[in-house]
């Protein structure tokens, strides 16, 4: 079965960077859209970026606009979120998912199963 693994979690204190990896395993998603979504404790899942499958296209989350990147490696079939700057209200878990439609990212087909990101104050 095909999924999306994240890595590249971890605790930080704040004004530190992180990032974050999404591959698949046991398939390719090649050709497909991707985005970051995080959920904090108590609050709901929130977009933090996504990317159109050839990259040209991006969205950000106003909340990480000028702080976060989204990226990807089609040739690793891999997609980065680079998080700078980062700050306690990013703590969260942080998920990778994938739509073939880059308008319809909001409502992935495809999740992986998160990675814990907290940043210390």
């Known amino acids: 079965q095909v999924q999306l693994v994240e890595s590249g979690g971890g605790l930080v204190q704040a004004g530190e960077s992180l990032r974050l990896s999404c591959t698949p395993s046991g398939g390719t998603f090649y050709g497909y859209s991707k985005g970051w979504f995080r959920q904090a404790p108590g609050k709901e899942r929130e977009l933090v970026a996504a990317?159109?499958?050839?990259?040209?296209?991006?969205t950000y989350g106003d909340r990480v606009k000028g702080r976060f990147t989204i990226s990807r490696d089609s040739a690793k079939d891999t997609v980065y979120l680079q998080m700078n700057s980062l700050k306690p209200e990013d703590t969260a878990v942080y998920y990778c998912?994938?739509?073939?439609?880059?308008?319809?990212?909001?409502?992935?087909?495809?999740w992986g199963r998160g990675t814990q990101v907290t940043v210390s104050s």
């Open positions: 990317i159109s499958r050839s990259g040209s296209d991006t």
């Open positions: 998912a994938a739509h073939r439609s880059y308008s319809n990212i909001y409502r992935p087909q495809y």
